[in-house]
């Protein structure tokens, strides 16, 4: 009998788009925190962005590590997009069909699917467009570069929209993945499924409220620091008196 060859590529593809996926996402949510810390004041998140340069394991800024970091995130960024491509609609003709499937099916989870390849497609522009930014200027990141880049540079609507399609797109792919291996799945698969549909909206609704809420304050400190910009945040250092320099 002759053997049947297995393609195990499918497989494979499958394997590097989840991976790279939870990568991905991990990140999406560490960078949000690591973004939000302006919240905490001015001080906190110039030390935040010190601490990514380096200063405080070799003395000195080295931004050339942010620039480091972020290409690696931009090379997973582009393998699994590659990746994912082979699941988009190839032609108008192919969406059509997959449109009327979803609106005659009416599937929750197959709804989300699409939305994910909308913010997916979305993502792969906004994203690369913000990714190239911070690599070619990695010194250009602090309480006012930072924002003077979103009033100054009027990249606040890129944000938004970059926003939106960064945790839509990161929440449903995190739930997908757990659909898809079985992560925390019970003895009840659709009240596990449900519970972690639930999850999702909620990490949605955290992720997007705590992600507006620091754009605004960026936004805040680029109107107020308009008539300067261009001029860089100064850590304040005190003298043992207490009197600021």
């Not at 050339?64 to 990746?83: P, S, Y």
């Not at 467009?129 to 979103?150: C, F, K, Q, W």
């Amino acid at each position: 009998m002759k053997q049947i060859k297995i393609d195990k590529i499918p497989a494979r593809l499958d394997f590097i788009q989840s991976a790279s996926g939870l990568i991905l996402a991990l990140f999406m949510w560490a960078h949000m925190f690591f973004v939000s810390t302006i919240l905490l004041g001015k001080e906190v998140m110039y030390n935040v962005t010190k601490f990514f340069e380096g200063e405080y394991f070799f003395g000195e800024s080295y931004p050339i590590i942010v620039t480091i970091a972020a290409g690696a995130i931009f090379i997973i960024f582009i393998a699994h997009a590659l990746v994912a491509l082979r699941k988009f609609p190839s032609n108008y003709k192919k969406y059509k069909i997959m449109k009327n499937h979803i609106k005659s099916f009416n599937h929750t989870d197959t709804t989300l699917w699409f939305w994910q390849i909308f913010t997916g497609f979305a993502m792969f522009f906004l994203g690369s467009i913000h990714l190239y930014i911070i690599m070619t200027n990695p010194s250009e990141i602090g309480p006012y570069a930072s924002a003077d880049r979103v009033v100054t540079e009027w990249m606040w609507p890129l944000y938004i929209l970059l926003l939106l399609a960064v945790e839509l797109h990161g929440s449903i792919g995190l739930y997908r993945l757990a659909l898809k291996w079985g992560w925390f799945e019970g003895s009840d698969t659709k009240k596990s499924r449900s519970n972690l549909r639930k999850l999702k909206y909620a990490i949605t609704i955290f992720f997007l409220t705590l992600g507006f809420i620091t754009l605004a304050a960026y936004i805040k400190i680029g109107i107020e620091h308009k008539s300067k910009a261009g001029e860089r945040y100064h850590k304040v250092t005190k003298t043992i008196q207490g009197t600021q320099q």
